[in-house]
């Protein structure tokens, strides 16, 4: 009996994560990537001596991780080290109000009782809610795919007495009154796509994960886990085809997957894509009539928001700053609706700030300092902006904000390069140029987000942002065991 053979399509960590597991199971397996590195979203750049991780830099749920390479027979820690980051974040306020978002416990209430004194009790509260949240929504859910209605009407009873039909917003609103700590305990919806005011409160899980297991970033940056997850893969036997761009897959008779590229074209018994989930099956799988129809239902969905970076490098330090920063500009609830649904550039941003130096100065020549500044503007298909005319300006107006916090930043800057949404859908295949995906509100979450196994086309999967349970680094990853498992139950192998 011929033995099975499995492609995977796009090496974002995602992707990795599946041809690790499927690789470990025993299962030949060949990861295309059409860029020169892996990672997608977690590329790298490196110029001048500066090293910029290009996507992923918040590392939360680290156990996931090991559980990746303990399933290959290798320990996580034998590839990178992760550094604790303290505080996890730093939360900037226009007026000059700051708060540390920290793990520790009487850290964190001592700044609770420094920011809003009358919401000490209210936000102890809200930890023991999202405890509860995390033990459903994520302890027995995210690594377990829906595949069928019924799967969904099983935890319906559950969702429904956590309120998942409220937003995270509108959640943290019923424990704590204060405006500046409503948006510290709602804006890690952003983190995964999720407009706060319409992101499901199962998304307040993310606050008791990161106090459960820590904010971590990788030494080296996270092109180093990269790096270390692509080296795993090859270990295990694994090929790894860089610059090799998938350009369709055709269905043949006996139930074969043809991968074609430009210089092969390859049978495969099935395929995990993680791949844009449009561009999947509006290209990839296009000649076929139910990938035509299920890509015609997918244009009609509610996509995330896109974002704008600006990677530039310093010839100089500076002191005192955070690994991670979110600077909040003048308006919160307005601005996102305009991020979400406008229909053109917002005049305002607020932005998260990256400092990867402040935890690993080896990312940038001695005496200087890497950054990236993330502004969350609106997708293509909401605001066609020029991008190729104002990303100049616009990047230039991120760096002028900033100089509040980095004085003369714009005299120091000697490396500088931009992110666009029209770099999302040219480089990535990003639908939109969304940079998450589809959007995580409750109607696209579990079963009604495009499931780890298609129903309609025999060995197709799903693995990455688009599929259950989303975005983020602990999503992408869970997905691939949620996919792999399916794919080795349907090949008859033992899980893995």
Same mark, same amino acid.
């Given at each position: 009996?011929?033995?099975?053979?499995?492609? =995977?399509?796009?090496?974002?960590?995602?992707?990795?994560?599946?041809?690790?597991?499927?690789?470990?199971?025993?299962?030949?397996?060949?990861?295309?990537?059409?860029?020169?590195?892996? +990672?997608?979203?977690?590329?790298?750049?490196?110029?001048?001596?500066?090293?910029?991780?290009?996507?992923?830099? =918040?590392?939360?749920?680290?156990?996931? &991780?090991?559980?990746?390479?303990? $399933? !290959?027979?290798?320990?996580?820690?034998?590839?990178?080290?992760?550094?604790?980051?303290?505080?996890?974040?730093?939360?900037?306020?226009?007026?000059?109000?700051?708060?540390?978002?920290?793990?520790?416990?009487?850290?964190?209430?001592?700044?609770?009782?420094?920011?809003?004194?009358?919401?000490?009790?209210?936000?102890?509260?809200?930890? +023991?809610?999202?405890?509860?949240? *995390?033990?459903?929504? *994520?302890?027995? &859910? =995210?690594?377990?795919?829906?595949?069928?209605?019924?799967?969904?009407?099983?935890?319906?009873?559950? %969702?429904?007495? &956590?309120?998942?039909?409220?937003? #995270?917003?509108?959640?943290?609103?019923?424990? $704590?009154?204060?405006?500046?700590?409503?948006?510290?305990?709602?804006?890690?919806?952003?983190?995964?796509?999720?407009?706060?005011?319409?992101?499901?409160?199962?998304?307040?899980?993310? /606050?008791?994960?990161?106090?459960?297991?820590?904010?971590?970033? #990788?030494?080296? +940056?996270?092109?180093?886990?990269?790096?270390?997850?692509?080296?795993?893969?090859?270990?295990?036997?694994?090929?790894?085809? %860089?610059?090799?761009? $998938?350009?369709?897959?055709?269905?043949?008779?006996?139930?074969?997957?043809?991968?074609?590229?430009?210089? !092969?074209?390859?049978?495969?018994?099935?395929?995990?894509?993680?791949?844009?989930?449009? /561009?999947?099956?509006?290209?990839?799988?296009?000649?076929?009539?139910?990938?035509?129809?299920?890509?015609?239902? &997918?244009?009609?969905? @509610?996509? !995330?928001?896109?974002?704008?970076?600006?990677?530039? +490098?310093?010839?100089?330090?500076?002191?005192?700053?955070?690994?991670?920063?979110?600077?909040?500009?003048?308006?919160?609830?307005?601005?996102?609706?305009?991020?979400?649904?406008?229909?053109?550039?917002?005049?305002?941003?607020?932005?998260?700030?990256?400092?990867?130096?402040?935890?690993?100065?080896?990312?940038?020549?001695?005496?200087?300092?890497?950054?990236?500044?993330?502004?969350?503007?609106?997708?293509?298909?909401?605001?066609?902006?020029?991008?190729?005319?104002?990303?100049?300006?616009?990047?230039?107006?991120?760096?002028?904000?900033?100089?509040?916090?980095?004085?003369?930043?714009?005299?120091?800057? =000697?490396? @500088?390069?931009?992110?666009?949404?029209?770099?999302?859908?040219?480089?990535?295949?990003?639908?939109?140029?969304?940079?998450?995906?589809?959007?995580?509100?409750?109607?696209?979450?579990?079963?009604?987000?495009? /499931?780890?196994?298609?129903?309609?086309?025999?060995?197709?999967?799903?693995?990455?942002?688009?599929?259950?349970?989303?975005?983020?680094?602990?999503? $992408?990853?869970?997905?691939?065991?949620?996919?792999?498992?399916?794919?080795?139950?349907?090949?008859?192998?033992?899980?893995?």
């Amino acid at each position: 009996m011929a033995e099975t053979r499995v492609a =995977v399509v796009g090496a974002g960590l995602g992707g990795l994560a599946a041809a690790i597991r499927l690789q470990a199971a025993g299962v030949p397996t060949t990861l295309f990537e059409a860029r020169d590195l892996p +990672g997608g979203r977690a590329y790298v750049y490196q110029e001048g001596g500066f090293t910029f991780d290009a996507g992923p830099t =918040v590392i939360t749920a680290p156990s996931c &991780l090991d559980e990746l390479f303990a $399933v !290959s027979g290798k320990r996580l820690s034998d590839f990178v080290e992760l550094i604790p980051n303290r505080p996890f974040y730093r939360i900037l306020w226009h007026d000059g109000t700051s708060f540390d978002y920290d793990g520790d416990p009487e850290t964190l209430l001592a700044e609770v009782e420094r920011l809003a004194p009358a919401d000490r009790e209210g936000f102890e509260r809200f930890h +023991g809610y999202s405890e509860q949240v *995390y033990e459903k929504g *994520y302890g027995e &859910l =995210v690594a377990h795919p829906f595949l069928r209605l019924r799967d969904m009407i099983r935890v319906a009873p559950d %969702l429904l007495r &956590l309120r998942a039909d409220r937003s #995270v917003y509108r959640t943290v609103s019923r424990f $704590v009154r204060d405006e500046r700590l409503r948006q510290v305990l709602s804006f890690n919806s952003l983190l995964i796509g999720g407009h706060p005011f319409e992101a499901s409160s199962i998304y307040t899980l993310i /606050h008791f994960l990161e106090r459960d297991e820590g904010v971590h970033f #990788v030494r080296g +940056g996270t092109g180093a886990l990269v790096r270390a997850m692509a080296d795993c893969f090859e270990s295990l036997g694994g090929e790894l085809r %860089l610059a090799t761009p $998938v350009r369709r897959v055709r269905l043949e008779g006996d139930g074969g997957h043809r991968v074609c590229t430009d210089s !092969s074209e390859e049978r495969f018994d099935a395929v995990v894509s993680n791949a844009d989930v449009l /561009h999947t099956y509006a290209r990839l799988y296009g000649e076929h009539p139910r990938a035509r129809r299920r890509a015609r239902r &997918l244009e009609r969905k @509610q996509w !995330s928001m896109s974002v704008f970076l600006v990677y530039f +490098g310093t010839d100089r330090r500076y002191e005192g700053l955070a690994h991670h920063s979110v600077i909040f500009g003048p308006r919160y609830r307005p601005l996102l609706d305009e991020i979400f649904h406008g229909k053109r550039l917002p005049r305002d941003f607020s932005l998260y700030l990256h400092a990867p130096t402040v935890s690993d100065p080896s990312l940038a020549p001695p005496g200087c300092a890497s950054f990236y500044a993330l502004s969350p503007v609106p997708h293509l298909g909401n605001a066609p902006v020029d991008w190729t005319r104002e990303a100049p300006a616009y990047a230039d107006r991120i760096l002028a904000s900033l100089e509040r916090l980095l004085p003369d930043l714009r005299r120091h800057v =000697v490396v @500088q390069r931009t992110f666009t949404p029209d770099d999302f859908a040219s480089e990535l295949a990003a639908h939109h140029g969304s940079a998450f995906s589809l959007a995580p509100i409750l109607r696209q979450s579990a079963w009604f987000r495009p /499931h780890n196994r298609d129903p309609a086309i025999p060995g197709l999967y799903l693995v990455g942002a688009g599929t259950h349970p989303g975005a983020g680094v602990p999503g $992408v990853v869970n997905s691939a065991k949620a996919t792999v498992s399916l794919v080795l139950e349907d090949i008859g192998r033992a899980r893995a």
